[in-house]
């Protein structure tokens, strides 16, 4: 098991926070898409007749812990490479797991801030201005709000690392971003079925779903990690292991 | 061709190294030595694998067969990390941030090697290059000269036993060429070994203690002295007002002139075995002839010439 040095790790998260807080678009596109999330839970609430089925509208809140990472995870590895800060990089020690979860953090600790003052001000903006009924009708979804704090950190792991999975596989930076997007289905998908009614939101729906991301999160970096190939990073070509060649080389993660 | 002539403790020794890509071979059965505080010029056209070569000895792409040993560690991936800690690799094009600062790229880099006091540390390194009072300025704000040296600063940051310089100067002006120049030399000095691929005869010729020659195979590795001697004859160069009447009766019967050929009117170029001292007798035979010398001299090779004599003839054996 290879030793992973938490000064580099940090090294990379701190860098990258850095990059992006010089990236005004970037700033303008992660908060623009929460609010976009926010309008129909917001509208439904204040809007709807009472009795209104409230958990799908709430449901909607996880979608964007699922869809603020997507842009900077899709351009997180591709983006290195097209402004040529690749090569230098991988001169240094930093091996790739570092470099992949420094870079994975780097992207998840704005998206859960974000996710996280979301939500809460949605709850508050309840809380304050909606009617008695709303309000209390919005607070006895215990399932769904249970499921949203505890989903909301593993959704976008799982959609961070799906993001970045394609960034280490592509080949420019638009591709990258328009196959992150992929990282937004299966949740869209969940959160249709529970609307059809195909499985209600529950505690134990919510926990069931919670124990499968953490299984799929836990294992992501280290398989990143191997899909990452420094030499298919630096040359555009994937290493070419004559078989029984220089066997030494095979499988090796540095 | 192997050198096995070297100080005791090599740097950098690659044994029947060979990198292929699919068909294509990048570089074949290289093997050769670096010297601990050697400047090393690795030179060649564009495709020659130096490039390649550079990468595979710094960890970034792996060998197809052949082995290395780099600042001592043996060329392998369990030992990738630890070659990485000890050696510094500064690509043709710097790669920097453009939008952190020279300071904050530099700090980056310094976390990454996991550098003590890397604030006096980065502040020596952009002394070393002259950028001491440029660390605030956005790197996308720098021309591409200051880019440069802003990558050579980088690569000083960790102190390394290895420093693999690609085409360092490519690109710049001749002010940024000569602080690049004198950085080598000043880098020499502390006895940093430097593993330095260029276009530039001149700048290899100037700074390296010696050069090797590769065009895919290695052509050659020496000093470029003696390489000159390997490649060409000694030579006279005579010129005289007015061409000489009998100049094969002359330069025969003259002691130590194994040849000559004539260069144009009144020119002529004697194959000596020693130059400095036949050219007394050849004056001396020129005079008595009545011949009006206008100059004798040494022909002097450059490495262009060795360079191109050996890349002349790749390109006429694979014209064959």
Redesign the interface.
């Known amino acids: 098991m290879m030793s992973m040095d938490t000064a580099r790790v940090r090294a990379v998260v701190r860098k990258e926070l850095r990059d992006y807080r010089r990236r005004r678009s970037i700033v303008v596109a992660m908060i623009i898409l929460p609010v976009v999330f926010l309008i129909e839970p917001t509208l439904t609430v204040f809007l709807a007749p009472a009795g209104t089925n409230l958990q799908v509208p709430l449901l909607l809140l996880l979608l964007i812990p699922v869809v603020t990472p997507s842009t900077l995870a899709a351009y997180s590895i591709v983006g290195e490479r097209e402004q040529g800060t690749m090569e230098p990089l991988l001169t240094t020690p930093l091996r790739q797991e570092e470099f992949i979860l420094g870079k994975a953090s780097a992207v998840m600790i704005p998206t859960l801030v974000l996710s996280y003052a979301v939500f809460g001000l949605f709850l508050a903006v309840v809380r304050i201005f909606a009617k008695s009924a709303a309000s209390t009708a919005v607070f006895h979804q215990g399932p769904v709000l249970l499921a949203i704090a505890l989903l909301t950190p593993l959704m976008a792991g799982w959609a961070v690392i799906v993001g970045m999975a394609v960034s280490v596989r592509a080949s420019e930076i638009r591709v990258a971003q328009q196959l992150g997007m992929v990282a937004s289905f299966p949740p869209l998908v969940a959160v249709i079925l529970l609307a059809l009614g195909v499985f209600h939101p529950s505690v134990r729906v919510a926990l069931l779903f919670a124990g499968v991301l953490l299984l799929i999160d836990a294992r992501a970096v280290p398989l990143v990690s191997r899909m990452f190939d420094r030499e298919r990073l630096v040359t555009g070509k994937k290493a070419d292991r004559p078989r029984g060649a220089i066997g030494m080389w095979r499988g090796r993660a540095d | 061709m192997r050198e096995v002539t070297l100080a005791q403790q090599a740097a950098v020794v690659v044994d029947r190294l060979t990198k292929?890509?699919?068909e294509r071979t990048a570089y074949s059965e290289v093997s050769f030595e670096v010297a601990h505080g050697e400047v090393f010029g690795f030179l060649g056209p564009n495709g020659a694998g130096k490039t390649?070569m550079v990468?595979t000895l710094?960890?970034?792409?792996?060998?197809?067969?052949g082995t290395a040993t780099v600042a001592g560690i043996p060329l392998?991936?369990?030992n990738?990390?630890?070659i990485?800690?000890h050696?510094?690799?500064?690509?043709e094009?710097?790669?920097?941030?453009?939008?952190?600062t020279v300071s904050?790229n530099l700090e980056?880099?310094a976390?990454?090697?996991?550098l003590h006091q890397p604030a006096a540390r980065i502040r020596d390194a952009l002394d070393a290059v002259n950028l001491g009072d440029r660390a605030g300025d956005l790197c996308g704000g720098l021309s591409k000269g200051l880019r440069q040296r802003v990558?050579l600063a980088?690569t000083l940051l960790s102190d390394p036993v290895v420093m693999f310089l690609d085409e360092p100067t490519s690109g710049l002006d001749p002010v940024a060429t000569r602080e690049v120049h004198n950085l080598i030399t000043n880098l020499r000095q502390s006895g940093t070994t430097i593993f330095l691929t260029t276009h530039r005869l001149e700048e290899a010729e100037r700074l390296c203690d010696r050069v090797a020659i590769l065009n895919t195979t290695l052509r050659t590795v020496g000093r470029t002295e003696d390489l000159r001697a390997q490649l060409f004859t000694k030579t006279l160069v005579v010129q005289t007002l007015e061409p000489l009447g009998d100049p094969g009766r002359l330069f025969t019967g003259i002691p130590g002139v194994d040849g000559w050929r004539s260069d144009g009117p009144g020119s002529y170029v004697l194959s000596v075995p020693d130059p400095r001292r036949v050219a007394p007798e050849v004056t001396r035979g020129l005079v008595a002839a009545g011949a009006d010398v206008v100059s004798i001299g040494e022909a002097k090779h450059s490495l262009e010439d060795v360079y191109l004599e050996l890349v002349d003839e790749d390109v006429e054996a694979r014209g064959q």
């Open positions: 292929c890509f699919g390649t990468r710094g960890t970034l792409i792996e060998p197809s067969s392998a991936p369990d990738a990390v630890e990485r800690q050696v510094s690799i500064m690509p094009a710097p790669g920097l941030y453009l939008r952190l904050e980056y880099f976390g990454l090697y996991g990558g980088r």
